[in-house]
């Protein structure tokens, strides 16, 4: 079975500042892993993913994640935040070749303060 | 390109009733996958449907059913209503010779039930 942590359920940073979300998965083959944004009242936007290959992948908007096997983890990054980013992150999980749906975690809410 | 569309956009049931959610995927895809995110939750996975029948379920009872048409279009059907199943459900999309199984969301249906 997956499943998927999200470490902090709230996060806060003043806007410019680094944003770090916490995501930790456990899955018993290789996974395919997924970052997700919702905003309010809207379904989840695709920010990046990690297939195979490079381990740090870039998405959209400036962020970008890091696959580390050793650690099962694959945090999200933005050097400088802007108010817009304020947003729900959900970290994802599903297994090579898909059919059984994606994991997620709880979801990370990003507050940036001006 | 069309992306995920979703109807209705809000619906208000009371317990017991019979609810029918809709769902066209994102053009070019044929795979659809739906679920629930209830308040403050990230989303979970109900079951997948590709070439028209339902590939893969998760941890849902029989009262949640689905179908989909040969447009590659889908409903989620949910008889019994009961008051936790307001939720906002989610329709996703992918190509099933993605063999990360990339998903692509809607805006979601927002399910009150009273």
């Known amino acids: 079975a997956q499943s998927v942590t999200q470490l902090g359920s709230h996060v806060s940073v003043s806007e410019g500042a680094l944003v770090l979300l916490r995501c930790n998965y456990s899955s018993s083959v290789p996974p395919y892993l997924f970052w997700y944004v919702q905003y309010p009242n809207q379904g989840l936007q695709l920010l990046l993913k990690y297939t195979t290959g490079a381990t740090l992948v870039k998405g959209i908007n400036g962020f970008e994640a890091e696959f580390k096997k050793s650690e099962t983890s694959f945090h999200l990054t933005k050097p400088s935040a802007h108010m817009s980013d304020a947003a729900e992150y959900f970290c994802?999980?599903?297994?090579?070749?898909?059919?059984?749906?994606?994991?997620f975690g709880k979801g990370t809410h990003l507050i940036i303060q001006p | 390109d069309a992306g995920v569309t979703q109807s209705p956009t809000h619906l208000i049931k009371t317990r017991g009733q019979q609810v029918t959610l809709r769902c066209s995927p994102k053009s070019g895809h044929d795979t659809v996958s739906w679920y629930q995110q209830a308040l403050g939750q990230g989303p979970q996975f109900i079951f997948q449907y590709y070439e028209e029948e339902e590939r893969q379920r998760g941890n849902f009872p029989d009262r949640f059913s689905g179908h989909q048409f040969p447009n590659y279009s889908s409903e989620l059907n949910v008889n019994a209503l009961l008051l936790g199943d307001s939720a906002l459900y989610l329709c996703a999309s992918s190509l099933s010779g993605d063999r990360t199984d990339t998903q692509y969301f809607g805006p979601g249906t927002r399910l009150t039930v009273l």
């Open positions: 994802a999980v599903s297994r090579t070749g898909g059919a059984d749906g994606l994991t």
